[in-house]
């Protein structure tokens, strides 16, 4: 295929990814929130727009984006305004490697099934923490700095337990890819065999993608909103899809990692994976509105101090059971 | 003019352009800032050199790790940020000349070069190999490279808690 050719098919990739999660992550993400904790806190939630509340999102979006942009006088323009743009591609990164599922003939749908899969979206989930700093930095506001500077060291101690988790099943699958991975999981799901590394990538994808019980970064009864203090309207609104889309891509890899992917019985792949994806992300917001919020010296500790530990001692145990198997 | 050159050069105009942002911009935060398109720009030739294993640990450990730790320190630094620093001093001129020969030098001398090219084929998949020479014949610098990390993790925990 000509270069030009493949450049026309990443930008074509690259909106179909946009546009995808903007409405499947973010503004369905979003809604789905509101009604899940207006269920666990026996309210109704959002109930006008459209039948039952469904199309809310639509309303607030279209809200924000006729509103003024609000730029604080002693801000950092450059910085103030590219932080916005980091933390959505970033977010939108991750998806390149995720396998949705099977087309015809067993192909899976993947945008690039990257030999280096899992690294790259270790990689790609690492940059959210940049657009945080630079966010809290350029805002000059103390609040939005506090949250930046939470996020840069909870994000930075929370990353090598779930390194250590990626490297586990990567071990077990013997191979990076994403799709390879889920191939190896066609007898049973790596969550039977690694219990403890699921565990421990739910634990730190809740850490990385600052919600509760580990949004320290925008608790708001103590820094107003954290890094995004500041923003308003379509930017706020980009923040609000980089942490959508930020979670849900760490559910879809949780899902791709330890929940066989696309494979199950009758239905077909894609809505599989769906499903597994939409179980996964009742968990995390099953786990925002019930559980309080850790103080930021337990955060780090618990990553530190017992998070490691077990996510080393799970991969040493792992690579000697791998050496004997395979002997 | 094929896909690949005009690839290397976007990314090494993205390299270059963000390292004199790096060395000249008089706002330490946007110095550290800029390092992360000089990183990514490195991390894209990697990737046009097959090299996708590298990229993605440059991106990781660069990009993600390094320039979070450095934008980490200078906000936890008083006085380091909103100021505005001058990072040359009376010297610039002789400096811009000595860099202005050497680069030079290292033009002249890389297009003047016969270099082999197409010496054997790419490993198609590198973090194996990469993996089995760490293990391999290179074991000695990977175990000294350990201690050496090892080491620096002690002294910085000990330079941490001296106050007790």
């Known amino acids: ?133 630079m966010a809290g930095w350029g805002s000059n506001n103390k609040y939005a700095l506090l949250g930046g500077l939470r996020s840069a060291s909870q994000m930075v101690s929370y990353e090598i337990p779930m390194g250590l988790a990626l490297i586990t099943v990567a071990m077990l699958a013997g191979s990076l890819s994403t799709v390879k991975i889920v191939d190896a999981q066609a007898h049973w799901w790596y969550v039977v065999e690694q219990p403890v590394a699921f565990v421990i990538f739910l634990i730190a994808a809740t850490a990385e993608v600052n919600r509760v019980p580990f949004d320290l970064v925008e608790a708001e009864s103590e820094l107003v909103a954290g890094y995004f203090s500041e923003y308003t309207g379509m930017r706020f609104a980009l923040f609000q899809l980089g942490e959508y889309g930020e979670m849900f891509a760490m559910a879809a890899m949780a899902v791709t990692l330890f929940l066989g992917g696309w494979r199950g019985p009758v239905l077909p792949p894609v809505l599989w994976f769906v499903i597994k994806l939409y179980a996964l992300i009742f968990v995390f917001m099953w786990v925002r509105w019930t559980l309080p919020r850790f103080r930021i010296d337990q955060l780090l500790g618990f990553s530190w101090k017992v998070l490691i530990p077990v996510a080393l001692a799970n991969l040493v145990v792992t690579a000697y059971v791998v050496m004997i198997v395979q002997r | 003019m094929t896909g690949e050159a005009i690839a290397f050069y976007v990314l090494a105009a993205i390299t270059l352009a963000s390292g004199v942002v790096v060395v000249r911009s008089p706002n330490i935060v946007h110095s550290a800032v800029a390092l992360i398109p000089a990183f990514l720009g490195v991390t894209g030739v990697y990737i046009l050199l097959g090299a996708e294993f590298v990229a993605g640990i440059q991106v990781l450990i660069y990009a993600g790790a390094i320039t979070v730790l450095i934008l980490f320190v200078i906000m936890l630094t008083e006085g380091g940020t909103g100021l505005r620093l001058r990072q040359v001093n009376e010297q610039e001129t002789i400096g811009a000349m000595v860099a202005g020969v050497i680069a030079a030098l290292l033009v002249v001398g890389i297009t003047r070069t016969g270099w082999h090219a197409g010496m054997g084929a790419l490993p198609a998949y590198t973090p194996g190999a990469i993996g089995q020479s760490f293990l391999g014949p290179n074991l000695l610098v990977f175990e000294g490279t350990s201690i050496v990390l090892l080491v620096s993790l002690i002294g910085a925990i000990i330079i941490a808690r001296k106050e007790e």
Do not use: C
């Open chain 1, 1 to 133: 295929m000509p270069w030009y050719l493949e450049l026309l098919r990443a930008i074509a990739g690259t909106i179909l990814i946009f546009s995808g999660v903007a409405v499947v992550a973010a503004m369905f993400g979003v809604l789905l929130e509101r009604k899940i904790s207006a269920w666990i806190q026996s309210r109704l939630g959002p109930k006008h727009v459209g039948p039952q509340g469904l199309l809310q999102t639509i309303a607030d979006t279209l809200k924000l984006l006729q509103k003024e942009h609000i730029v604080p006088r002693n801000a950092d323009p450059t910085i103030f305004a590219s932080a916005v743009l980091v933390v959505p591609l970033a977010a939108l990164l991750d998806y390149v490697v995720i396998p949705f599922g099977t087309a015809g003939g067993g192909r899976p749908l993947i945008f690039r099934d990257l030999n280096i899969g899992v690294l790259f979206f270790a990689a790609t989930s690492a940059l959210v923490v940049v657009g945080i700093l």
